[in-house]
């Protein structure tokens, strides 16, 4: 890690933690596992999350953050409209990887009966759909920390083609760290770590989210082309939200 980074680091307040922008510079082109390292160290294990949709590319990120702190809080949103195997991948990443505080949340009931009582709020209005199922249910899980990481790569391209190593994301710091990552060397994390795939990976989901909303794509296509395919939608809304 470099001087500058772990100056930037040098004991945080409680109300004081290094800007996004610092820390961006310094972790520019660090390792995945030196940006997770310096997250922890920024803001402790206690006040640290990483979000995981368990989904096809996940167990690269997670096998990375379990080899710095398999302790570090991960934070799973269960739609209620996740496909069967990706519940099952979860579970099975975390025996795996010996991860001990994944927390899966869930939309609140109330909101789903007022909202969407037929459930076709996903056809209807999915950016409706995607706020209540993932946006407010990350929120209220996010409320008891100050910064966290996610899995977004650069080379998925959209609103990720230019994501920064850290940013600001309202009053929390989120880390990036496989922002600079290829999809090659991901593919290197799996095949040395012997990872399992995602179950759905071998019938040509290229990205896997919620049931309705996730087709399959082409080798050829964009990574996240299964993704509400047919829409102007790219985007759940949990990266274009600002948590607060």
Same mark, same amino acid.
């Given at each position: 890690?470099?001087?500058?980074?772990?100056?930037?680091?040098?004991?945080?307040?409680?109300?004081?933690?290094?800007?996004?922008?610092?820390?961006?510079?310094?972790? &520019?082109?660090?390792?995945?596992?030196?940006?997770?390292? /310096?997250?922890?160290?920024?803001?402790? &294990?206690?006040?640290?999350?990483?979000?995981?949709?368990?989904?096809?590319?996940?167990?690269?990120?997670? #096998?990375?953050?379990?080899?710095?702190?398999?302790?570090?809080?991960?934070? $799973?949103?269960?739609?209620?409209?996740?496909?069967?195997?990706?519940?099952?991948?979860?579970?099975?990443?975390?025996? /795996?990887?010996?991860?001990?505080?994944?927390?899966?949340?869930?939309?609140?009931?109330?909101?789903?009966?007022?909202?969407?009582?037929?459930?076709?709020?996903?056809?209807?209005?999915?950016?409706?759909?995607?706020?209540?199922? #993932?946006?407010?249910?990350?929120?209220?899980?996010?409320?008891? $920390?100050?910064?966290?990481?996610?899995?977004?790569?650069?080379?998925?391209?959209?609103?990720?083609?230019?994501?920064?190593?850290?940013?600001?994301?309202?009053?929390?710091?989120? $880390?990036?760290?496989?922002?600079?990552?290829? &999809?090659?060397?991901?593919?290197?994390?799996?095949?040395?770590?012997?990872?399992?795939?995602?179950?759905?990976?071998?019938?040509?989901?290229?990205?896997?989210?919620?049931?309705?909303?996730?087709?399959?794509?082409?080798?050829?296509?964009?990574?996240?082309?299964? &993704?509400?395919?047919?829409?102007?939608?790219?985007?759940?809304?949990?990266?274009?939200?600002?948590?607060?």
């Amino acid at each position: 890690m470099s001087n500058l980074a772990q100056q930037a680091l040098a004991e945080p307040t409680a109300r004081e933690l290094p800007s996004a922008q610092e820390l961006d510079r310094a972790l &520019r082109a660090a390792s995945p596992a030196e940006v997770i390292a /310096t997250a922890l160290q920024t803001v402790g &294990r206690e006040r640290l999350a990483l979000v995981s949709s368990f989904g096809t590319e996940s167990a690269a990120l997670l #096998k990375v953050m379990a080899e710095v702190d398999p302790a570090v809080p991960v934070i $799973f949103l269960d739609t209620g409209w996740l496909f069967e195997e990706t519940l099952a991948y979860r579970d099975t990443l975390i025996a /795996t990887l010996g991860l001990s505080d994944v927390r899966s949340i869930k939309p609140q009931e109330a909101t789903l009966s007022s909202e969407d009582p037929d459930r076709e709020l996903w056809f209807s209005d999915p950016d409706a759909c995607c706020r209540i199922r #993932k946006v407010e249910p990350l929120a209220r899980a996010l409320a008891p $920390f100050r910064a966290w990481i996610n899995g977004r790569k650069r080379f998925q391209g959209g609103l990720r083609a230019e994501i920064p190593v850290v940013e600001h994301d309202g009053i929390r710091l989120k $880390f990036n760290p496989f922002a600079n990552v290829s &999809r090659e060397e991901i593919e290197a994390i799996y095949a040395r770590a012997n990872l399992p795939p995602h179950p759905l990976a071998a019938s040509g989901y290229l990205s896997v989210g919620c049931m309705p909303c996730t087709n399959r794509a082409s080798a050829d296509e964009d990574a996240r082309a299964g &993704r509400w395919r047919g829409r102007a939608k790219t985007e759940c809304g949990i990266h274009t939200v600002k948590t607060s």
